[in-house]
C-alpha cells in the first residue's frame, strides 16, 4: 500500500527528535511551576474531607489574620456561576462553580489561600473553620441511578437524578439478530478510575493587572476553551483573559478541563499580585480528573462458525461529582463499536451517572480503552467455548478496507486491523506461543498468549467544528515563524506541523521557530485532543505552508521569469526547471524592497472526513500459579497509522501507551474507600505505575506499510489509539494461562489467585 | 535560618536555609536551579535526582542540613560552555524525550551510572533507572539512550 508521494520527502518519514529536546535535555524548559514573577504569591487550597456535605458554616477569620496571608477564598466572595470544566461540552451540563455551598466528593475544593510562602498558605488552611451538614454519599453509578438515590445536582442541568444524559445508538435489528443466534455470551466487566499519571501535576500561575487583563499561565490541552470558561466565570470579555501555555510535562487528557485555572485566577484578582498555585502528587490524583470507572454489560450473539451477528452494550460510567466531559467520552466510546466488526446489528446505551467520587474526565482513548476491554475479552471467552482459535475468531469478524459503520454507511477510511493482526502474530510467534500456552496448562509457571484489537479516531468531524487556524511569516533571511495553537505536549504535534512546513518551503527544521498555544499570540484551534494532532492540525500546517509556497513562488517566478506552477522549493530555494535558483532569503527581501510587501498568510484548516485507526496488540504472559503473579515475557503492538511523519516519534507513542496500558491491566487503580469516600491509593507509593523494571523485556512496536488518502502525507493518527488494544491483550493472556475468567481490573495477583481458587472449587 | 556549604556543581556554594528544608525546595525556591523537578514529594518518581557524592539520590527525600561539606551535581551541572554533555546528546537522538519533565532526573539517574560504569548491561542501565517514573516513553528509547551514551562516552 506504500504510496508514490512517499518518495523523496526528506523531512516526511524522517526519525526528528521533539521540538526543543535540548532544552528540556539541560533543564532550561521552563514548565509552569518553574516560573516566578516579582510579588508572586503562593496558594493552597482546602479539599473537601467529607463525600458530601452542605457547608452551614465557614468562618475564614483566624485564617485571614495569619501573617503573611494576603487573600483567603470561599464560595461566600467569589463568582457563583455554572460551569463545564471541560472545553468539548463548555455549554452543555454545568454543574461546577468555583467554590459550592455543597461539597461532593472527597477532594472537592472548598476554600483557598494566597501568602507569600506555600507553607504559610498550608497553615492558614488548618485556621479556616468549617462545619458541615453531612448528605447521603453514592460512590456507585448504577446505585446513583436508583429512583430514590439522593440528587446529587439540582440546578435543571442533567437528564433526570443523577443521570447527565442517556447515549444510546443502534444500528441493524439486534433483538432478532440475539433471537436468532445459536449461542449468546452474557458477561460484565469492570474498570477502576485511572489517574493520568503526568508527571507535571496540575499548575497554574494567574497575574491580574493594572490594565484589568487576566493573564494564566498554565499546562493546557485546550487553551481557547479555558479563556473561554474564564471569560465567563470572572465575567470579563475576551480581550481582557489570556491563557499561555508555557510547556506541557505530559497531558494525556487530563490537562483539557479547567481545574487549577480558576482558583489561581481568583487569588491574583483578589490580591491583585501574581498567584501561583501547584498541585501536590495527593492532590493531582484525588482532586483534578481520571480515567472513568465503569461497569459494562456485554451481550455477543455467535453462529456456531464464529459469525457475530448481535453486539449488545449497557455501560454504566462514573462521571464523578462533576458532570465534566463524560458525556463526551461516552458518546466517543459509544461510536467505537460501530468501527470494528463486521455485524450488521450492534446497540450501545450509556450512562454517565453523577456520583460522589473524583471527576471523571477525559483520558487518553476516551472510553475507548474501557470498551475494548470488554468487547475483546468476551471475543476470547467465545474462542474458547466456540473452539475456535482467537486469530480464525478475529479474522472472520474484524472489518476490512471497505468496511462501514453499519449506522450510516460511512466508509472507515483505510481499515486494516487484519494485517495488523497478522503482522502481531507473526512477530510474536503465536503458533509456538500457543504451543507453550498448552504444554504448560498443569505447571505451576503457565504461560499465556492473549490478543486485543483496537480503534479509535482521528478528530471530531461530524461532532464539532473540528477547525485548526495556524499563521506563518517569512523572515528576512528565509528563516520563518510559524504561530501554531497547538502546545509540544511530548507527542511530537508541534514537531509534525514543522515538518509539514519544512517539507512544502524546503527549509531545514532549524529555520521555523514556534510561537506556540497562546490566546494573544496565534489563531483559534478546537484543542490538543481527540487524536487531531496529525490528521487535523498537521493537515493545518501543510496548508499554510502550501500557501507560503504559493506566495514566495509567485516572487520568485517573476524573479526567474518561468511561470510560478514550475517551480520547487528545496535547499532553502526556489528551483527553475532548468536549474536556476533564487533563495529563499532573495525573494523575501525582492518581496520587501521591489514589491514592498511582507510575506505572511494565517489559514484555517477545518478536517472533512473521519477515518479510524487500528492497532492489534497480543501478549505472552507467564502466570506463577501460587503467587499470582504475573511477567509479561513479550509483546507485540502493531498499528496502522497510514503513512508515518515521523516514525522515531510514533513508536515513542506506542511504546509509552504500553507503560499506561499494562498498568491500567496490572496494577493501577485509584479505588474508593467505602467508608470515608475518600481514593484510597493517594500517593504514588500505593498508586502503582510501571517503572522500567516491570516493562517486557521483548517488545516488538511496527507500524503497517500504509497511507490514508485522507490525511497529510496519507498519515493518521497514533496517539490514542496506542493505548486501547492493551487491556485486553493482558486480560485474554492471563485468562488463557489460567483458563479462567478475569472481569475486573486490574487484575491483581489476589485476582488470579481467587480465580484460580474458584475454577478449582467449580471442577470438585 | 542556617548557613550551609556545600559543593555545587563544583563551585563552593554557601546558602541561607532552614536546615530542616528539602534539598529539592532549596534547589528550585532559593538557588532557581528549577531543572531539577517535583512529581511527587514521596521519593517515587526520581523527577528530582541529583547525585549527591557520586549517587544518585531523590533531592525531595534530602534535608538541606545534611549537605554541609558534601558534593552536589544537579541537571545544570552537565551543559557546559554551550556544549551538552553525550548523555544529552543521546537523550536527543534516540527519542528519548517526549514531554520532557521526568528528562533530567533520568538524565541525573544515567549519569550517576555512567560514572561508575562505563559499560553498563542492559540489567544494570534498568536496575539505575527504576527508581525514576517516565508516563511517555515506556522506558524503551530512554535504556537506549543510556547504551548509546555510554558508546559515546566511550568515544
Known amino acids: 500500500m506504500a504510496d508514490q508521494t512517499k518518495q523523496e520527502h526528506p523531512y516526511i518519514g524522517a526519525n526528528i527528535p521533539i521540538a526543543q529536546a535540548a532544552l528540556k535535555a539541560t533543564g532550561q524548559m521552563i514548565f509552569t511551576a518553574d516560573m516566578k514573577l516579582p510579588h508572586m504569591l503562593h496558594a493552597k487550597v482546602l479539599f473537601s474531607p467529607r463525600p458530601h456535605a452542605r457547608i452551614v458554616?465557614?468562618?475564614?477569620?483566624?485564617?485571614?489574620?495569619?501573617?503573611?496571608?494576603?487573600?483567603?477564598?470561599?464560595?461566600?466572595?467569589?463568582?457563583?456561576?455554572?460551569?463545564?470544566?471541560?472545553?468539548?461540552?463548555?455549554?452543555?451540563?454545568?454543574?461546577?462553580?468555583?467554590?459550592?455551598?455543597?461539597?461532593?466528593?472527597?477532594?472537592?475544593?472548598?476554600?483557598?489561600?494566597?501568602?507569600?510562602?506555600?507553607?504559610?498558605?498550608?497553615?492558614?488552611?488548618?485556621?479556616?473553620?468549617?462545619?458541615?451538614?453531612?448528605?447521603?454519599?453514592?460512590?456507585?453509578?448504577?446505585?446513583?441511578?436508583?429512583?430514590?438515590?439522593?440528587?446529587?445536582?439540582?440546578?435543571?442541568?442533567?437528564?433526570?437524578?443523577?443521570?447527565?444524559?442517556?447515549?444510546?445508538?443502534?444500528?441493524?435489528?439486534?433483538?432478532?439478530?440475539?433471537?436468532?443466534?445459536?449461542?449468546?455470551?452474557?458477561?460484565?466487566?469492570?474498570?477502576?478510575?485511572?489517574?493520568?499519571?503526568?508527571?507535571?501535576?496540575?499548575?497554574?500561575?494567574?497575574?491580574?493587572?493594572?490594565?484589568?487583563?487576566?493573564?494564566?499561565?498554565?499546562?493546557?490541552?485546550?487553551?481557547?476553551?479555558?479563556?473561554?470558561?474564564?471569560?465567563?466565570?470572572?465575567?470579563?470579555?475576551?480581550?481582557?483573559?489570556?491563557?499561555?501555555?508555557?510547556?506541557?510535562?505530559?497531558?494525556?487528557?487530563?490537562?483539557?478541563?479547567?481545574?487549577?485555572?480558576?482558583?489561581?485566577?481568583?487569588?491574583?484578582?483578589?490580591?491583585?499580585?501574581?498567584?501561583?498555585?501547584?498541585?501536590?502528587?495527593?492532590?493531582?490524583?484525588?482532586?483534578?480528573?481520571?480515567?472513568?470507572?465503569?461497569?459494562?454489560?456485554?451481550?455477543?450473539?455467535?453462529?456456531?462458525?464464529?459469525?457475530?451477528?448481535?453486539?449488545?452494550?449497557?455501560?454504566?460510567?462514573?462521571?464523578?461529582?462533576?458532570?465534566?466531559?463524560?458525556?463526551?467520552?461516552?458518546?466517543?466510546?459509544?461510536?467505537?463499536?460501530?468501527?470494528?466488526?463486521?455485524?450488521?446489528?450492534?446497540?450501545?446505551?450509556?450512562?454517565?451517572?453523577?456520583?460522589?467520587?473524583?471527576?471523571?474526565?477525559?483520558?487518553?482513548?476516551?472510553?475507548?480503552?474501557?470498551?475494548?476491554?470488554?468487547?475483546?475479552?468476551?471475543?476470547?471467552?467465545?474462542?474458547?467455548?466456540?473452539?475456535?482459535?482467537?486469530?480464525?475468531?478475529?479474522?472472520?469478524?474484524?472489518?476490512?478496507?471497505?468496511?462501514?459503520?453499519?449506522?450510516?454507511?460511512?466508509?472507515?477510511?483505510?481499515?486494516?486491523?487484519?494485517?495488523?493482526?497478522?503482522?502481531?502474530?507473526?512477530?510474536?510467534?503465536?503458533?509456538?506461543?500457543?504451543?507453550?500456552?498448552?504444554?504448560?496448562?498443569?505447571?505451576?509457571?503457565?504461560?499465556?498468549?492473549?490478543?486485543?484489537?483496537?480503534?479509535?479516531?482521528?478528530?471530531?468531524?461530524?461532532?464539532?467544528?473540528?477547525?485548526?487556524?495556524?499563521?506563518?511569516?517569512?523572515?528576512?533571511?528565509?528563516?520563518?515563524?510559524?504561530?501554531?495553537?497547538?502546545?509540544?505536549?511530548?507527542?511530537?504535534?508541534?514537531?509534525?506541523?514543522?515538518?509539514?512546513?519544512?517539507?512544502?518551503?524546503?527549509?531545514?527544521?532549524?529555520?521555523?521557530?514556534?510561537?506556540?498555544?497562546?490566546?494573544?499570540?496565534?489563531?483559534?484551534?478546537?484543542?490538543?485532543?481527540?487524536?487531531?494532532?496529525?490528521?487535523?492540525?498537521g493537515h493545518g500546517a501543510l496548508k499554510i505552508a502550501t500557501s507560503m509556497q504559493a506566495l514566495l513562488a509567485e516572487v520568485a517566478g517573476r524573479m526567474l521569469g518561468v511561470p510560478a506552477d514550475s517551480l520547487r522549493f528545496a535547499d532553502r530555494a526556489a528551483i527553475a526547471p532548468d536549474g536556476r535558483r533564487v533563495s529563499l532569503e532573495q525573494i523575501v527581501l525582492y518581496s520587501r524592497d521591489h514589491d514592498q510587501k511582507e510575506l505572511m498568510c494565517a489559514e484555517s484548516f477545518a478536517s472533512q472526513a473521519a477515518v479510524m485507526s487500528y492497532g492489534a496488540h497480543i501478549a505472552k504472559v507467564r502466570v506463577d500459579t501460587e503467587t499470582g503473579e504475573v511477567k509479561v515475557l513479550s509483546y507485540a503492538a502493531i498499528h496502522d497509522v497510514g503513512n508515518a511523519i515521523n516514525p522515531l516519534s510514533v513508536t515513542g507513542q506506542i511504546e509509552g501507551a504500553l507503560q499506561m496500558g499494562l498498568g491500567n491491566a496490572l496494577s493501577e487503580d485509584m479505588g474508593v474507600d467505602e467508608k470515608t469516600g475518600a481514593v484510597k491509593n493517594r500517593t504514588l507509593k500505593r498508586y502503582k505505575m510501571l517503572y522500567a523494571g516491570d516493562m517486557p523485556r521483548e517488545l516488538t512496536v511496527e507500524v503497517l506499510d500504509s497511507f490514508e488518502p485522507a490525511g497529510p502525507f496519507g498519515a493518521k493518527s497514533i496517539g490514542e489509539c496506542s493505548v486501547v488494544p492493551t487491556l485486553s491483550a493482558i486480560g485474554n493472556a492471563i485468562a488463557n494461562a489460567i483458563d479462567a475468567e478475569v472481569n475486573n481490573l486490574p487484575i491483581t495477583k489476589e485476582k488470579i489467585l481467587e480465580a484460580i481458587a474458584k475454577k478449582t472449587e467449580n471442577k470438585a | 535560618m542556617d548557613q550551609i556549604s556545600f559543593m555545587l556543581n563544583g563551585v563552593q556554594t554557601q546558602i541561607q536555609a532552614d536546615k530542616n528544608w528539602t534539598l529539592l525546595y532549596v534547589l528550585r525556591e532559593v538557588c532557581d536551579l528549577t531543572g531539577t523537578k517535583c512529581g511527587c514529594s514521596t521519593g517515587d518518581c526520581g523527577a528530582c535526582k541529583v547525585i549527591l557524592d557520586g549517587e544518585a539520590k531523590n533531592a525531595c527525600l534530602i534535608k538541606i542540613g545534611s549537605l554541609e561539606g558534601r558534593r552536589l551535581e544537579t541537571i545544570e551541572g552537565l551543559f557546559h560552555n554551550g556544549k551538552l554533555h553525550p548523555i544529552q546528546q543521546a537523550f536527543i537522538e534516540s527519542g528519548a524525550i517526549q514531554c520532557g519533565f521526568c528528562t533530567p532526573g533520568m538524565i541525573i539517574s544515567a549519569k550517576a551510572l555512567l560514572d561508575r560504569v562505563s559499560n553498563p548491561t542492559d540489567d544494570e542501565i534498568i536496575e539505575a533507572l527504576n527508581n525514576n517514573l517516565c508516563r511517555c516513553t515506556g522506558y524503551v528509547k530512554i535504556i537506549e539512550a543510556v547504551r548509546m551514551a555510554a558508546r559515546l562516552l566511550a568515544e
Open chain 1, 57 to 537: 458554616k465557614i468562618d475564614t477569620t483566624r485564617a485571614e489574620a495569619l501573617p503573611g496571608v494576603h487573600a483567603v477564598i470561599t464560595h461566600k466572595n467569589t463568582p457563583n456561576r455554572f460551569y463545564n470544566s471541560c472545553g468539548e461540552v463548555l455549554n452543555e451540563y454545568m454543574t461546577e462553580q468555583l467554590f459550592s455551598p455543597v461539597v461532593r466528593y472527597v477532594g472537592d475544593k472548598v476554600a483557598a489561600v494566597a501568602a507569600d510562602t506555600e507553607k504559610i498558605a498550608e497553615a492558614a488552611l488548618k485556621l479556616i473553620d468549617v462545619e458541615y451538614e453531612d448528605l447521603p454519599a453514592n460512590y456507585d453509578p448504577e446505585r446513583a441511578l436508583d429512583e430514590n438515590a439522593y440528587v446529587i445536582h439540582d440546578n435543571g442541568e442533567l437528564e433526570r437524578g443523577n443521570l447527565i444524559l442517556t447515549v444510546a445508538q443502534s444500528s441493524g435489528d439486534v433483538d432478532s439478530a440475539m433471537a436468532k443466534a445459536d449461542r449468546v455470551f452474557s458477561d460484565v466487566y469492570e474498570c477502576p478510575a485511572i489517574h493520568h499519571g503526568a508527571m507535571e501535576t496540575h499548575v497554574s500561575l494567574a497575574v491580574y493587572d493594572a490594565e484589568g487583563m487576566l493573564t494564566v499561565y498554565t499546562p493546557s490541552q485546550d487553551t481557547f476553551a479555558k479563556r473561554r470558561n474564564l471569560a465567563n466565570i470572572f465575567d470579563l470579555p475576551m480581550s481582557k483573559v489570556r491563557v499561555s501555555v508555557p510547556a506541557i510535562g505530559g497531558a494525556f487528557g487530563g490537562k483539557i478541563d479547567l481545574i487549577t485555572e480558576p482558583i489561581a485566577a481568583a487569588l491574583a484578582i483578589k490580591t491583585c499580585r501574581p498567584v501561583r498555585l501547584v498541585y501536590n502528587r495527593t492532590e493531582d490524583i484525588c482532586s483534578t480528573r481520571n480515567r472513568h470507572a465503569m461497569r459494562l454489560y456485554l451481550r455477543t450473539g455467535v453462529m456456531n462458525d464464529g459469525t457475530i451477528v448481535a453486539e449488545d452494550m449497557r455501560a454504566y460510567v462514573n462521571a464523578g461529582a462533576y458532570a465534566s466531559g463524560t458525556t463526551s467520552v461516552v458518546w466517543a466510546m459509544c461510536g467505537r463499536l460501530f468501527k470494528v466488526h463486521q455485524c450488521p446489528n450492534v446497540r450501545f446505551v450509556g450512562y454517565p451517572v453523577i456520583t460522589n467520587t473524583t471527576i471523571g474526565g477525559p483520558m487518553r482513548g476516551f472510553g475507548s480503552p474501557q470498551l475494548f476491554f470488554a468487547q475483546q475479552r468476551q471475543m476470547n471467552t467465545i474462542s474458547k467455548a466456540l473452539g475456535i482459535d482467537m486469530l480464525e475468531l478475529q479474522r472472520k469478524n474484524l472489518t476490512t478496507q471497505q468496511g462501514a459503520d453499519p449506522r450510516n454507511q460511512l466508509p472507515h477510511g483505510n481499515a486494516r486491523p487484519i494485517d495488523c493482526l497478522n503482522r502481531a502474530a507473526e512477530r510474536i510467534g503465536y503458533d509456538a506461543a500457543c504451543a507453550e500456552q498448552q504444554e504448560s496448562a498443569n505447571d505451576r509457571y503457565r504461560i499465556g498468549v492473549g490478543i486485543g484489537v483496537g480503534a479509535h479516531g482521528n478528530g471530531m468531524y461530524g461532532v464539532k467544528a473540528d477547525i485548526t487556524g495556524l499563521m506563518l511569516k517569512m523572515n528576512c533571511d528565509g528563516t520563518c515563524v510559524l504561530f501554531t495553537p497547538s502546545n509540544e505536549m511530548g507527542n511530537s504535534s508541534v514537531t509534525l506541523q514543522k515538518q509539514m512546513v519544512a517539507e512544502t518551503l524546503g527549509m531545514p527544521l532549524g529555520d521555523i521557530d514556534c510561537v506556540e498555544a497562546d490566546t494573544r499570540l496565534t489563531p483559534y484551534q478546537l484543542g490538543d485532543y481527540s487524536s487531531r494532532g496529525t490528521f487535523v492540525s
